[in-house]
């Protein structure tokens, strides 16, 4: 295995003056407060969809972040038979999260793809 796996993650040399390397620092309370925060709206967004949409709606949270103007980049996953008709679900739906304590608070970019069955 010598030679494939370096010992050390900067080419295995013994050199003690780099930095240890971590796969995740160690997050603030803040931080994680905040990615809880959007992952709440997730689901909170995913219950309003399949309200709006039907209960085949899916959704996945494709980015977060902990603060920031936009806090996360949601993929929804809806039915989709008719332009028109998904165009009145779909307003129903933002209405629904504009109107929505937690989803008005946690803003997320919400992207609407057809379901595949």
């Not at 997730?42 to 969809?49: D, Y």
């Not at 085949?56 to 039915?79: F, K, N, Q």
Request: charged share 30%.
């Amino acid at each position: 295995m010598s030679g494939i796996v370096p010992t050390r993650p900067w080419g295995g040399d013994e050199r003690s003056d780099r930095p240890e390397t971590r796969l995740q620092g160690i997050r603030s309370d803040s931080e994680v407060l905040g990615r809880w925060e959007v992952r709440a709206a997730q689901f909170r967004a995913l219950e309003l969809a399949r309200e709006a949409f039907g209960h085949t709606a899916r959704g996945s949270l494709m980015a977060l972040r902990h603060r920031g103007d936009i806090r996360g980049l949601l993929c929804l996953d809806v039915p989709f038979d008719d332009l028109d008709a998904h165009r009145r679900r779909e307003s129903t739906f933002l209405a629904l999260a504009a109107a929505d304590p937690l989803l008005s608070r946690i803003p997320l970019v919400y992207v609407m793809g057809a379901a595949h069955e």
